[in-house]
């Protein structure tokens, strides 16, 4: 049995999870990402329904994919059940950024696949408006 917390990480590279037709789009999602952002810290892929990381890139072993990935879903979903309850006004959730001191997180949820996507990157290096376009452009993709 393979658990992904085992594996050590390998930096500056996109990493597949599994050699599964939803894997191989999750890494040309982030090969596009990182096309746009290539001082990226880190970004995933995570299927929701299957509670699985598709794929990562990292630059170092100190930014961590599968400590967030969970931490995020939750996140996403409770912001989805709020809309969905009229708790918090407004349509569907498009987005969520995080501002931190240094870096920002950006998530970009993909409702049709049941996946999201996250990226993070030093505020000095990147804007939100940026880091959107980037995002919005790498999960817009046909299918491949």
């Given at each position: ?13 996109i ?5 599964t037709t ?5 890494e ?5 990402v ?20 598709l ?14 990935t ?41 409702p049709?696949?049941g ?8 505020l ?21």
């Amino acid at each position: 049995m393979r658990f992904p917390f085992f594996n050590r990480l390998q930096p500056k590279q996109i990493v597949p999870a599994a050699s599964t037709t939803a894997a191989r789009r999750a890494e040309q999602m982030l090969a596009t990402v990182l096309a746009g952002l290539p001082e990226l810290l880190l970004g995933y892929v995570f299927d929701l329904q299957g509670n699985a990381l598709l794929a990562s890139y990292t630059v170092s072993s100190e930014f961590n994919p599968h400590q967030l990935t969970v931490r995020n879903a939750r996140l996403l979903q409770t912001v989805q059940q709020a809309v969905a309850t009229g708790a918090w006004p407004g349509g569907p959730c498009t987005d969520l950024t995080v501002m931190l001191d240094e870096h920002m997180h950006y998530l970009r949820p993909l409702p049709e696949l049941g996946w999201y996507c996250f990226a993070a990157v030093r505020l000095a290096d990147a804007n939100m408006g940026m880091v959107k376009e980037v995002l919005r452009r790498a999960t817009a993709q046909p299918d491949v």
